[in-house]
């Protein structure tokens, strides 16, 4: 019987005020989040941010406070970009599929799905695997 090695997890201490956009950067390799540009990642970020301030609230009362007109001019003003570009990035987020469009003007929520938790230190238990 052959012996297996214990494996230790990769732990990546996260420090930094940019805790999710550095998440997004260590998660580029794998899909949706490989296919997010830049700019796209600045902009999920800081959606997925207020995602986690507004926790303590239902689905519906945080998505509409994480979307709401107010908190994308505060997005689009902490990354210096126009109202008009943070809608089109919104609407970009929406095609990739990490966030998801409702029925009327304004109405989306983050996918669930790719929503990164907020850990440190961010822990990866990596195994070898033999093709």
């Known amino acids: 019987m052959e ?16 805790y999710f956009r550095d998440i997004l950067d260590i998660l ?3 899909e949706p989040y490989k296919s997010l540009r830049s700019r796209q990642k600045d902009v999920y ?4 941010k207020k995602h986690h301030q507004y926790k303590s609230l239902d ?3 945080r998505s ?4 709401c007109t107010k908190s994308r001019k505060d997005i689009a003003k902490k990354l210096d970009i126009s109202d008009n570009v943070i809608y089109n990035i919104i ?7 990490v966030v998801i469009g409702k029925e009327g003007y304004g109405e ?7 929503i990164p938790p907020k850990v440190n230190p961010l822990s990866f238990n990596i195994t070898e695997v033999i093709v």
């Not at 970020?45 to 997925?48: H, K, Q």
């Not at 609407?91 to 599929?97: C, I, R, V």
């Open 64 to 67: 509409q406070l994480v979307f």
């Open 108 to 114: 989306n929520e983050l996918n669930e799905r790719f």
């Open 28 to 30: 580029d390799f794998i």
């Open 45 to 48: 970020a800081e959606l997925i």
């Open 91 to 97: 609407a970009e987020l929406t095609k990739l599929g």
């Open 59 to 61: 689905k519906d009362e």
């Open 3 to 18: 012996q297996q090695d214990k494996i230790n997890p990769l732990t990546i201490p996260i420090t930094t005020k940019n």
